[in-house]
């Protein structure tokens, strides 16, 4: 993880979203069992509102599952020809 923020702060990806943003602040970490998973969860949280990230931060899980709660489910388009 700290190669990582390293990289981030000394400018490793110019066109990243936080290369604009520095200082970079590390508010969370999680371990999971493989890489995969990794990118998986990182790959779902992106697209959270800020509010539910930032009740993930605080450690907040009822808040969070409340958040969860509010959004509406897809719904897929019926294709009339």
Partial sequence: MEARLSAHEQR????????KRLPVKLVLVEEYA?????LAAE???KNWSRSKK????????????KLAKRR??????????
Wanted: aromatic share 10%; glycine share 2%.
């Fill in 34 to 38: 493989s890489r995969y998973e990794a």
């Fill in 54 to 65: 930032q009740a993930l931060i605080d450690g907040d899980l009822e808040l969070l599952h």
């Fill in 12 to 19: 490793y990806f110019p066109r990243c979203y936080t290369a």
């Fill in 72 to 81: 509406k489910p897809a719904t897929k388009s019926k294709n009339i020809s």
């Fill in 43 to 45: 790959r779902q949280m």
